[in-house]
């Protein structure tokens, strides 16, 4: 049974640069929330999908935004890059609320 | 709102040494209460959890119980090993409010 997979692994982009970054749930799950974990901090809550619908959402610009496809995996899109945006960014399954359980991440540098 | 004071780091210690990492929380309604562990360069793995007063998450030798009288959930470990160097979080969610609030994170090394 997979676990909850990310795309890429890693990633560099430039200043004012979009990237869009990917995650396929865990079997059975249906909610896909995503984080972002700067070095040295814990994880902090962007938004989470469920019903291909955005849910609930943490304290980010709008430059942040994502979707959920009909087969649960869902993207993380960010406008208009800058040099605060470089962290780990981690996505999360559950299913009807429950635990949620992490993939291996994506690390995104932006110089 | 939901907030979690985890124990800084970081913490060094010699295998086959006591462990507790403390963990107090601040929440509205009734949270669930959870331990996740991250290894280098990995993401983060779920290590126990627990969801009502009283209750005991216990996985690989690690226990933490939840107090409600004290909003605590000390991570506990009665014999460290190498392997379990790593960086453990503390976090919660709430009924209604799915979202994780993590601590800051604690770094353990253990010392053969």
């Known amino acids: 049974d997979a676990g909850v997979t990310q795309s890429p692994t890693h990633l560099i982009k430039t200043r004012g640069q979009q990237v869009t970054l990917r995650c396929s749930p865990k079997s059975g799950h249906d909610t896909v929330s995503w984080y972002q974990q700067a070095l040295g901090q814990g994880p902090q809550f962007i938004f989470q999908y469920y019903e291909e619908e955005e849910r609930q959402r943490g304290n980010f610009p709008d430059r942040f935004s994502g979707h959920q496809f009909p087969n649960y995996s869902s993207e993380l899109n960010v406008n208009a890059l800058w040099l605060g945006d470089s962290a780990l960014y981690l996505c999360?399954?559950?299913?009807?609320?429950?635990?949620?359980?992490f993939g291996p991440g994506t690390r995104l540098t932006v110089l | 709102g939901n907030s979690v004071t985890q124990m800084e780091g970081p913490v060094t210690l010699s295998e086959e040494a006591f462990l507790t990492i403390n963990c107090t929380y601040t929440a509205t309604g009734y949270p669930s209460l959870f331990w996740y562990v991250q290894y280098p360069g990995e993401g983060l793995q779920l290590l126990l959890k627990a969801t009502k007063a009283d209750d005991k998450g216990s996985n690989k030798g690690f226990e933490a119980t939840y107090r409600k009288e004290t909003t605590s959930f000390h991570l506990e470990k009665g014999s460290v090993q190498v392997s379990d160097s790593a960086v453990y979080f503390c976090?919660?969610?709430?009924?209604?409010?799915?979202?994780?609030?993590f601590g800051t994170g604690t770094r353990l090394t253990i010392i053969p």
């Open positions: 999360a399954s559950s299913w009807a609320g429950d635990t949620q359980y």
């Open positions: 976090a919660l969610n709430s009924f209604g409010n799915e979202k994780l609030t």
